[in-house]
């Protein structure tokens, strides 16, 4: 699935079709500049699917001049969330 059309899934989903929480999503690792330490695990947990989605939602709708889009940031969520879905879609 490309990106654009991930957006587009991102955007048509409600709460509910998020795995029942509490969920890990894979993100991508941040480091600290100038230091070898890294920030968070390379999984975060999702607690509540309303506000993760809502923000997500939020990202995917300032589009490519988002500071998330511009870091890379959005779109690595982007393709682990496809990943959670995909793998919950398998085991229904």
Same mark, same amino acid.
């Given at each position: 699935?490309?990106?654009?059309? =991930?957006?587009?899934?991102?955007? #048509?989903? =409600?709460?509910?079709?998020?795995? %029942?929480? %509490?969920?890990?999503? #894979?993100?991508?690792?941040?480091?600290?500049? +100038?230091? @070898?330490? $890294?920030? +968070? @695990?390379?999984?975060?947990?999702? #607690?509540?699917?309303?506000? $993760?989605?809502?923000?997500?939602?939020?990202?995917? *709708?300032? @589009?490519?001049?988002? %500071?998330?889009?511009? =870091? +890379?940031?959005?779109?690595?969520?982007?393709? *682990?969330?496809?990943?959670?879905?995909? *793998?919950? #879609?398998?085991? *229904?």
């Amino acid at each position: 699935m490309d990106l654009q059309a =991930t957006a587009d899934l991102v955007m #048509k989903l =409600t709460p509910a079709d998020l795995p %029942p929480v %509490p969920w890990a999503l #894979k993100v991508a690792e941040r480091k600290v500049v +100038g230091t @070898g330490l $890294f920030l +968070g @695990g390379p999984y975060v947990t999702v #607690k509540d699917n309303e506000r $993760f989605l809502r923000s997500l939602q939020d990202d995917v *709708a300032q @589009g490519p001049d988002g %500071p998330r889009a511009r =870091t +890379g940031a959005i779109q690595a969520d982007l393709v *682990a969330l496809v990943a959670v879905l995909a *793998a919950r #879609k398998e085991t *229904a």
